[in-house]
């Protein structure tokens, strides 16, 4: 098949332009005339030379493609809308996404910050694992196979997956189906597909993601397959906290790697310790060691004589698998008597008692200033306006306690300082307004006034500080 600009593909599907192209196949930008919409629309790319026969188990193939992805409904997976034929050969109609592969993210901005790999690998794992629920390896997870778009990572191209309990025997010749760079070891020689598969090729994509090259290199086809399947990885130079998870998920075991269910856990804890202010020394917090989860590792840079300072080079994975850092070496667990630091609220403060706490905070420290301070004169208000100074400080209270914001420290104090000022001139001006006086208690010369605001938002500054549930994690 040779589509063109402007074919019509199914009597429905009219290709607009080429936007990618790989070893069995080329994706083309379509136009659904029926529905509107744009679509991707697959075109295979059959070798030259195939003997019918040949031709007919590439088709094959292609259709089972169709009928494994479609089989799939998740936020992760690239949606297949429709099958159909063109000169003889078949299509694969899927949702277009508009959005660069993470093998281009990569390539136009480089390897990509702890944090953000460990979000995307999250989200691939949560994708492989409703795949593996429905007896579906992918088995060319790859860079390449990645895309993004928003909030959504989206994996697709399962144009070699298979059911994981298929009978047929198709891919399992002899030839090599997918990227050797991103296949397992056990693929490589020709053993039948299974999830760890996709386990190590997630390892080999996160991998290159973090440190913007593929694990494993070799100068011809064969020596990249060599290292694949009796060489370790590169050491890693960026992969940080990720860099033990790597290293198990890339053991040349099947059986030695984490489970998706333990990758997952291992993924999310990263990106939340990696989040946290302060914890970008923590190493992977959640490993499995007889079946309980450990707190986060701290890796320090030297602690004297003692497994850590072994003579492994810096970046190099463990062996043996998934296993407890501190037994193997990369870590040990933070003393607990180590001096506390200042770290991000706990999961467990509860926002709604955290502005309640600050509301009585701010009400009582306006009463305070308004009060003791000589040139104020807030506890001297006429009776008749009590009710009325009661509510505006209520609400000027209330105002400073309700915010949760993500800012650095230093700009919420600048904030906090500022809106003092805005809340009170704008007090004064409805009172102005209102009895034709300022009656605010609150002095009446400027450096009278600055002193006050700056005391007032320095005040629920420090509340916002240092109130559980106060501060919302970035």
């Given at each position: 098949m040779a589509a063109v600009n402007g074919a019509v593909v199914g009597g429905r599907y009219q290709l607009v332009e080429l936007i990618g192209q790989g070893g069995m196949g080329r994706v083309w930008r379509g136009w659904d005339t029926t529905l509107g919409r744009d679509v991707a629309v697959k075109e295979v790319l059959l070798p030259q030379g195939v003997t019918e026969a040949e031709r007919e188990q590439l088709v094959q193939?292609?259709?089972r493609e169709a009928r494994a992805a479609a089989r799939l409904n998740h936020p992760g997976i690239i949606t297949v809308h429709d099958v159909a034929e063109y000169e003889g050969a078949p299509v694969i109609v899927m949702e277009f996404v508009d959005g660069e592969s993470l093998a281009a993210a990569v390539a136009r901005g480089g390897a990509l910050p702890v944090a953000r790999v460990a979000e995307l690998g999250a989200a691939m794992v949560k994708a492989l694992r409703q795949a593996h629920a429905a007896g579906i390896v992918h088995r060319d997870l790859k860079p390449d196979n990645v895309l993004l778009m928003g909030e959504r990572v989206i994996l697709t191209d399962f144009g070699i997956a298979h059911m994981a309990d298929a009978t047929t025997a198709l891919t399992r010749t002899g030839a090599v189906i997918g990227t050797p760079a991103?296949?397992?070891?056990?693929?490589?020689?020709?053993?039948?597909?299974?999830?760890?598969?996709?386990?190590?090729?997630?390892?080999?994509?996160?991998?290159?993601?973090?440190?913007?090259?593929?694990p494993f290199t070799g100068d011809t086809f064969g020596a990249l397959c060599v290292a694949v399947v009796t060489k370790e990885p590169r050491p890693a130079v960026r992969a940080g906290a990720l860099a033990p998870l790597l290293g198990a998920l890339?053991?040349?075991?099947?059986?030695?790697?984490?489970?998706?269910?333990?990758?997952?856990?291992?993924?999310?804890?990263?990106?939340?310790?990696?989040?946290?202010?302060?914890?970008?020394?923590?190493g992977p917090p959640p490993v499995m060691s007889g079946g309980v989860p450990?707190?986060?590792?701290?890796?320090?840079?030297?602690?004297?004589?003692?497994?850590?300072?072994?003579?492994?080079?810096?970046?190099?994975?463990?062996?043996?698998?998934?296993q407890d850092p501190v037994a193997a070496g990369w870590g040990s667990p933070i003393a607990e008597t180590a001096a506390p630091a200042p770290v991000p609220e706990r999961s467990s403060a509860n926002p709604a008692v955290a502005v309640l706490v600050r509301f009585i905070g701010c009400l009582a420290l306006i009463w305070v200033?308004?009060?003791?301070?000589?040139?104020?004169?807030?506890?001297?208000?006429?009776r008749g306006f009590t009710p009325l100074a009661l509510a505006i400080t209520g609400a000027l209270a209330l105002a400073n306690a309700v915010p949760r914001p993500r800012w650095h420290p230093v700009v919420v104090w600048v904030a906090a300082v500022v809106a003092d000022f805005g809340l009170w001139y704008l007090t004064a001006t409805l009172l102005e307004f209102k009895f034709g006086g300022w009656f605010t208690g609150f002095g009446e010369l400027p450096w009278q006034i600055a002193v006050?605001?700056?005391?007032?938002?320095?005040?629920?500054?420090?509340?916002?500080?240092?109130?559980?549930?106060?501060?919302?994690?970035?």
């Open positions: 193939r292609v259709l991103y296949m397992a070891p056990e693929q490589l020689e020709g053993r039948p597909a299974a999830p760890a598969n996709d386990l190590w090729a997630l390892g080999a994509t996160l991998y290159s993601a973090v440190e913007g090259e593929a890339l053991a040349k075991d099947p059986a030695a790697r984490p489970s998706a269910e333990q990758a997952l856990a291992a993924l999310e804890a990263v990106a939340r310790a990696e989040a946290a202010p302060g914890f970008g020394a923590f450990l707190g986060p590792v701290r890796i320090p840079p030297q602690v004297g004589p003692g497994p850590l300072a072994s003579a492994r080079p810096s970046g190099e994975f463990p062996h043996g698998g998934w200033v308004g009060s003791v301070l000589p040139w104020n004169y807030l506890d001297h208000v006429v006050n605001m700056l005391l007032l938002g320095t005040g629920s500054w420090l509340l916002w500080m240092f109130v559980p549930g106060s501060r919302r994690r970035p």
